[in-house]
């Protein structure tokens, strides 16, 4: 057991090319850097340097815990996943959180994280337990999908193993494939999935039977107790009939509802549907339906949408068992969700309605409404056949390699309504970084109004990648309120952005969920956690300050491998926003934003022309080193 | 001698004692004497709110917090409570431990009434882990039920079973936790 209360004390360094395995003490960066992606940006910063790119040996996939992982602090089952990703454009270090209960277990076997780097010669998976690892050979396994693998593995190495494993998307270095644990839980954003194809690597199966000591339980426990949802008093005659997007499913023996997507869950927020039968293939149904999941059960306004722009479009009908067919096999072939739903297939509609794509150019016939289709079609990205290759590089490559012009992303006018008025409005689905448009006003669930979305930009700004993972804002009725009356100048709009990024570096870094926190109202939830897990008393402010430790190192990285400047990253930013919006047509205005990035990068202490942080900045977070190593390279602002 | 004969021959052997006792005019309700059977029974036992195992969300937080509040840390080997998952299926069942009105376990125990002991007046069956201390896993080999309900630790040498939270006040951690409230106190 670990000498330090709520770390398991040791980071699993492998590399695959060599077979060499050694160990890193934990308590180097715990205090400082606390976990989860805190950790990863310091692994990031020591091992990951510029140049390389995301299929290279040299890449570093990392798995990182938290201190509160696998402890009664709500939501703490998760895990981030990180290293060079492929999907972002360019290819840039980030980062995907990931749920389920890999990371505890990871924690129990005595690892706070792992370190993967080189390629192994041939197909292998890593194997954990209780403070040794040893890389296997999973030439048996390649080909399998994702279920079938974490079948495989718990045959060998026992049911209480936890494997998190990649599918065929993965071994054939799709850039959205994604590496999944459990029947739904993924790392689905940043192509991590491809990267370790790209290594060979399977899978990596961990099992403990280490703990994890906990400071001070009982405070632990009245903390939990402090915040936790009143539970469903009685979750026996809640849901007699499932009535699920104007469907009514009878045919479920038991109609349960509810399932956590994470260890020590409190709030259970994911629907699932279990023995729905299956018209595509034999069997049964047993699916949940993520946030982004259940648009692919249909796109259409129903009744029960009431006015939500974004989903009054034709691209497809309701239809609730192809939804859990389409689920299951992208979680089984190992693809991203969300970029599937949120910008291909989206995408591929209205190139269909707009007449651009032949079957005799692509092989494909748009027929989002049968099944059958979605099948065809999620294999043919899956093993790269025929159009699929091309698929398999994301939306946002495919389109700039058919041509932006005229395979561009707002090609096709939809009718968008808000507050009783029609208004034809092009569609826009690729926001910044390779990434499909993600609650900014935009693209899917086009339903925040301006000016909320100035937020989504200013933070989807300083990122790699959709940043509304970990990143959905959350803030005091009246900050946003004196936003609102000038949004573009007031101070209180960055504030606010600020103030959500260094949340979302602490709660990826403790590891928390984003749905669950921060909480508005009682802010200092995660640092009480922290202090009663830990046993060292760490304020609000002081947690407030780590994160912004690990927002600045996060950007040194950045700078450093991957050239990060003001005009890079606003330039980036514009397009999506200087089309119009879901609700009222509001276009972002360019100047007012560049005044609004001034008061951000001043209020962050960052360079106004570079948007890069200073000297003294660096010093002040505790990052002198960071600094000393950015004035050699030429990279602190005069 | 086979498992299941042992635990059969354990269980006849118990009902028959049991049974002499009652029929000698004996109606003790609690008796600490190591040869007999008459123990007190259990006033209730920990149970899902289903038999359907499926109310359970599978979030652990019941395992957790248990061993948070008897152990002060969280791992497997600490359990006392937890979950047979099925991933495929999206189901859950609790394990626990029934306090069986005939605890083999108890019986098989050779500190019997110091490390595996009953509770006066509530009829609990619990571990006194201070003075467990052989590692021998008579209890855990006894138990009726698959998977015994009775954890081994093999790093401390000592077993862990649900104690009902018997020195916590608010009850059950497992039940004030549960999110879905799919575990109940059963009067017996």
């Not at chain 1, 029947?183 to 192509?191: E, F, I, K, L, W």
């Not at chain 1, 409190?266 to 729905?276: E, G, I, K, T, W």
């Not at chain 1, 072939?333 to 079957?359: D, K």
């Not at chain 1, 008061?599 to 003294?616: A, C, L, S, V």
Request: glycine share 10%; hydrophobic share 35%; charged share 25%.
């Amino acid at each position: 057991m670990s000498e330090l209360y709520g770390w398991a004390g040791n980071i699993l360094d492998i590399d695959l090319g060599s077979g060499r395995i050694s160990k890193i003490a934990t308590e180097k960066y715990a205090f400082e850097y606390i976990g989860g992606k805190g950790l990863m940006h310091c692994l990031a910063w020591e091992h990951i340097p510029k140049g390389t790119s995301a299929f290279s040996p040299d890449n570093c996939l990392m798995l990182s815990t938290g201190p509160l992982t696998g402890t009664p602090a709500p939501t703490s089952g998760r895990m981030e996943v990180g290293g060079v990703s492929p999907q972002s454009i360019p290819e840039m270090y980030s980062h995907s959180g990931i749920g389920g209960w890999f990371g505890p277990k990871l924690k129990y076997s005595g690892f706070d994280a792992v370190i993967i780097r080189g390629a192994a010669p041939s197909p292998c998976y890593v194997c954990i337990t209780d403070g040794n690892a040893e890389i296997r050979d999973a030439r048996y396994l390649w080909g399998l999908g994702t279920y079938a693998t974490q079948h495989e593995l718990k045959r060998i190495h026992g049911k209480d193993s936890c494997n998190l494993v990649i599918g065929p998307a993965g071994e054939k270095k799709s850039r959205i494939a994604i590496m999944l644990t459990d029947s739904g839980n993924a790392a689905g954003q940043g192509g991590f999935g491809g990267v370790a194809g790209s290594k060979n690597l399977k899978a990596i199966s961990v099992k403990g039977s280490g703990s994890i000591r906990i400071a001070r339980p009982v405070e632990l426990l009245q903390r939990r107790s402090d915040i936790a949802r009143i539970p469903a008093k009685n979750p026996l005659t809640q849901y007699e009939d499932l009535e699920y997007f104007g469907q009514t499913l009878k045919n479920i023996p038991w109609p349960r509802f509810k399932l956590s997507c994470s260890q020590s869950c409190d709030r259970y927020c994911m629907p699932a549907l279990l023995n729905v039968p299956r018209s595509t293939r034999g069997g049964f149904h047993c699916s949940d339906f993520a946030c982004i999941g259940k648009l692919a059960a249909g796109w259409q306004q129903s009744d029960d949408h009431g006015e939500e722009p974004g989903v009054e479009w034709p691209l497809w009908s309701h239809n609730i068992e192809r939804g859990l067919e389409v689920i299951e096999l992208t979680n089984d072939l190992g693809l991203n969700q969300y970029e599937i739903l949120g910008g291909m297939v989206p995408w591929l509609v209205m190139c269909a309605h707009e007449g651009l794509f032949s079957a005799s150019e692509t092989g494909l016939i748009i027929e989002p409404e049968k099944p059958e289709w979605w099948v065809k079609l999620l294999n043919q990205i899956a093993y790269r056949q025929d159009f699929g290759d091309l698929l398999a590089e994301g939306t946002s490559r495919a389109i700039n390699t058919l041509g932006k012009e005229k395979f561009g992303e707002t090609i096709y006018t939809g009718i968008r309504r808000y507050k009783g008025v029609d208004r034809p409005t092009p569609v826009s689905l690729q926001q910044a970084w390779g990434y499909a448009a993600h609650y900014s006003g935009r693209g899917i669930n086009a339903s925040l109004p301006y000016p909320d979305w100035l937020l989504r930009a200013l933070t989807w700004m300083t990122q790699t990648r959709d940043s509304n993972n970990d990143t959905h804002h959350r803030s005091k009725a009246d900050d946003l309120e004196k936003f609102k009356k000038d949004p573009y100048k007031s101070d209180i709009g960055p504030k606010m952005a600020i103030w959500d990024e260094h949340r979302s570096e602490i709660k990826c870094s403790l590891t928390l969920c984003d749905w669950a926190f921060p909480i508005v109202h009682f802010s200092s939830a995660e640092s009480k956690f922290l202090s009663a897990v830990t046993g060292r008393d760490t304020s609000e402010e002081e947690l407030d300050f780590i994160g912004e430790r690990l927002k600045n190192l996060q950007r040194a990285v950045l700078i450093r491998n991957h050239d990060r400047s003001r005009e890079q990253e606003v330039n980036e930013i514009l397009p999506f926003f200087k089309r119009p919006d879901g609700t009222t047509g509001s276009i972002i205005d360019e100047g007012g934003f560049s005044l609004m990035v001034d008061n951000y990068y001043k209020q962050r202490g960052w360079d106004t022309i570079t948007g890069w942080p200073t000297r003294t900045k660096y010093e002040q977070l505790g990052l002198g080193h960071v600094a000393d190593e950015m004035a050699r390279l030429g990279l602190l602002p005069n | 001698m086979s498992k299941i004969t042992r635990r059969e021959f354990i269980k006849d052997a118990s009902l028959a004692a049991g049974g002499l006792l009652a029929g000698s005019g004996a109606a003790a309700l609690y008796s600490r004497n190591p040869v007999s059977t008459n123990v007190l029974k259990p006033n209730n036992r920990l149970t899902q709110t289903a038999t359907n195992e499926s109310v359970c969300t599978g979030c652990e937080t019941c395992e957790l917090v248990c061993s948070v509040f008897h152990d002060g840390a969280v791992g497997p080997n600490l359990r006392r409570i937890w979950l047979n998952k099925n991933e495929d299926s999206l189901t859950y069942q609790v394990l626990t431990c029934l306090q069986c009105d005939y605890p083999s376990c108890y019986f098989a125990c050779p500190q019997r009434d110091k490390a595996l002991c009953i509770e006066g007046g509530s009829g609990i069956r619990y571990i006194n882990s201070n003075e467990c201390t052989q590692g021998c896993k008579e209890c855990v080999k006894a138990c009726t039920l698959e998977p015994p309900r009775i954890s081994f630790d093999p790093e401390q040498q000592i077993v862990r079973m649900c104690d009902m939270c018997r020195n916590r006040p608010a009850g059950p951690a497992c039940i004030e936790f549960c999110p879905a409230q799919c575990l109940k106190m059963e009067e017996r």
